[in-house]
C-alpha cells in the first residue's frame, strides 16, 4: 500500500493514488496539474519516510478537475424574548483533484 500525508489548502490529508480529494478552493484553472510539495510522510512498499516537518525530495502530482460547493449550511440565530432571529446560508467553495497514478519519491 503506497500513501501520502500532505499538507494542502490549511488541512492535512492521507492521499492514495488514483483517488478523487475535495478540499478548499484554491486559485488554479481546471484540467491542470499541480505539485503538492509539502509532504509530511511518505509510504511504499519498502519504506517509510518521515519529514521533519517536510520531506524535501517528495511530490504528489495531483489534477485539478473542477471547482464545485459544497451542501448548503443553515446558520440561524435567535434571541428568546426579544424577537430577534436571523437565518443565513452558507455554500463553501471547493476544489476537486484526483492524485496521480505514481507517487513520486
Do not use: C
Not at 519498502?46 to 443553515?74: C, D, F, M
Not at 440561524?76 to 467553495?93: A, I, S
Amino acid at each position: 500500500m503506497i500513501y501520502a500525508i500532505v499538507e494542502i489548502s490549511g488541512k492535512q490529508l492521507w492521499v492514495e493514488p488514483s483517488r478523487y480529494y475535495r478540499i478548499n478552493h484554491i486559485k488554479v484553472k481546471e484540467k491542470t496539474t499541480i505539485l503538492l510539495n509539502k509532504v509530511l510522510l511518505f509510504k511504499s512498499k519498502e519504506e517509510t519516510q518521515i519529514g521533519e516537518p517536510y520531506l524535501s525530495n517528495t511530490s504528489v502530482p495531483a489534477l485539478v478537475v473542477e471547482h464545485t460547493r459544497g451542501p448548503k449550511l443553515i446558520i440561524y440565530k435567535m434571541k428568546p424574548k426579544k424577537k430577534t432571529r436571523r437565518k443565513k446560508g452558507h455554500r463553501q467553495k471547493l476544489t476537486k483533484i484526483l492524485i496521480g497514478d505514481k507517487l513520486t519519491n
